[in-house]
Nanobody, 114 residues
């Protein structure tokens, strides 16, 4: 299974970005699709998750600003990020759990300027 993340870029504080994560390859059944982020010198941290039924959960730091969604038929997930803050600057990684096996995408850089 391969994950292709895209949509990162440079945005001013208060702006929005939409990240995409497309899974391809020998997919069995992707149960959860998730987003994490990481800044230099820090551990990768959880951002959001979505199950096949559309059940979601978010890190407290992004609640009310970020929205995760997915299309099961396309094996694709999106992360809509609004009201971005400089603290949201990070490399964002998508993760998929396919038949219980985790797969990671390559990461996409989000930079929020003040």
């Amino acid at each position: 299974v391969q994950l292709q993340a895209s949509g990162g870029g440079l945005v001013q504080a208060g702006g929005s970005l939409r990240l995409s994560c497309a899974a391809s390859g020998s997919i069995v059944r992707v149960i959860f699709m998730e987003w994490y982020r990481q800044t230099p010198g820090k551990r990768r941290e959880f951002v959001a998750t979505i199950g096949r039924a559309g059940n979601t959960a978010y890190a407290d730091s992004v609640k009310g600003r970020f929205t995760i969604s997915r299309d099961n038929a396309l094996n694709t997930a999106w992360l809509q990020m609004n009201s971005l803050k400089p603290d949201d600057t990070a490399v964002y990684y998508c993760k998929a759990l396919d038949n219980g096996v985790p797969y990671w995408g390559q990461g996409t850089l989000v930079t929020v300027s003040s």
